[in-house]
Structures are given as structure tokens and as C-alpha cells.
């Protein structure tokens, strides 16, 4: 399985962004993704998931209401809307497929992770 992250880059505090997430190999409909991210000297931490069937979404406390995820199977892609930037939002942004079809909120239960990309939000 491969997952590709795209869409990051500098964005001003109150912009927006969207990130992307394309999966090849196993099948990508069967399991729950998430997005997780990682500021400098900070430990990852989760950001999003949903389920296999787009139908639950969860969101960690400090991005609920300004992100949101969701996910096209048909394309094999997963997304991450991301309004009302704030500076503390900047990390490396990585996707991950879950062993399961139900979200885990921790990176333990996630198999297979993208590369990465960098979202800076300046103030």
C-alpha cells in the first residue's frame, strides 16, 4: 500500500487548505483513514478519521469545527479541508490507512502512512 500526500504549503492565519490523500494497493474502501500531524519537537497526534463508509467522521477537540474530512472511495482518496488556519495548525500533515473499518484515534492503529506534507501557517 502506498499513500500520497498533497496539498500543503504557507498559508496566512484565517486561510484555508486542502489536503490529499491517494492510496494504491490493497483495497481502500474496506478500511477507516486518518489524518494525523507532527510539529517540531511534538509528538503526532491525530486529527481526523473516518470510517470505511464516510459515514462517522471524529475530530480532535482543537480543529473541531474548522477541518473537515472526507473521503471518495471511488477515487481512492481521502481529504482534509482545513478552514480557519491557525499559526498553532502548522506540522507535517501525514495520512494513514487503519487496520480496521472503524477510526482509531491513535497512530498504533494505523498500518500503512504517507509521506507527509508541510503545512505553515504564518500569523
Known amino acids: 500500500v502506498q499513500l500520497q500526500a498533497s496539498g500543503g504549503g504557507l498559508v496566512q492565519a484565517g486561510g484555508s487548505l486542502r489536503l490529499s490523500c491517494t492510496a494504491s494497493?490493497?483495497?481502500?474502501?474496506?478500511?477507516?483513514m486518518g489524518w494525523f500531524r507532527q510539529a517540531p519537537g511534538k509528538e503526532r497526534e491525530f486529527v481526523a478519521g473516518?470510517?470505511?463508509?464516510?459515514?462517522?467522521?471524529s475530530y480532535a477537540d482543537s480543529v473541531k469545527d474548522r477541518f473537515t474530512i472526507s473521503r471518495d472511495n471511488a477515487k481512492r482518496t481521502v481529504y482534509l479541508q482545513m478552514n480557519s488556519l491557525k499559526p498553532e495548525d502548522t506540522a507535517v500533515y501525514f495520512c494513514?490507512?487503519?487496520?480496521?473499518?472503524?477510526?482509531?484515534?491513535?497512530?498504533?492503529?494505523?498500518?500503512?502512512w504517507g509521506q507527509g506534507t508541510q503545512v505553515t501557517v504564518s500569523s
Open positions: 494513514a490507512q487503519s487496520s480496521t473499518k472503524v477510526i482509531v484515534r491513535t497512530a498504533s492503529g494505523y498500518t500503512y
Open positions: 494497493g490493497r483495497t481502500f474502501s474496506s478500511y477507516a
Open positions: 473516518i470510517t470505511w463508509s464516510a459515514t462517522i467522521p
